[in-house]
């Protein structure tokens, strides 16, 4: 994933304090945003369309059984094209 990035990546933070954890049962729902700049563009959870995230994670055991990670690659909205919910939009 990170040779993907080679060359256009200036630099992405992960904004620890504003994580959401939503525990229910074996899983526990771990919500958050990042903030960065790729290719001369910069993009800010919950400002701009991309970086946030969601990662579940499975327990068996006391240990993580499985981690599922979701996110929008398209950080920096190159896709808006494909994107089908109007142009009015707020992040």
């Known amino acids: 994933m990170v040779k993907g990035f080679e ?3 200036e630099y992405i933070q ?9 525990p229910s049962g074996d899983y526990l729902v771990v919500e958050g945003t990042s903030q960065g700049r790729m290719s001369g563009k910069s993009w ?7 970086g946030r995230f969601c990662n579940v994670f499975k327990f068996r055991d ?6 599922h990670i979701y996110l929008d690659p398209d950080y920096i909205g190159e896709d808006e ?3 089908r919910w109007g142009k009015n939009r707020q992040w």
């Open 44 to 50: 800010a959870g919950g400002k701009t369309p991309g």
């Open 81 to 83: 094209a494909r994107f």
């Open 14 to 22: 992960h904004n620890y304090d504003r994580l959401n954890f939503i």
């Open 62 to 67: 006391g240990r993580i059984s499985s981690l």
């Open 7 to 9: 060359g256009i990546l």
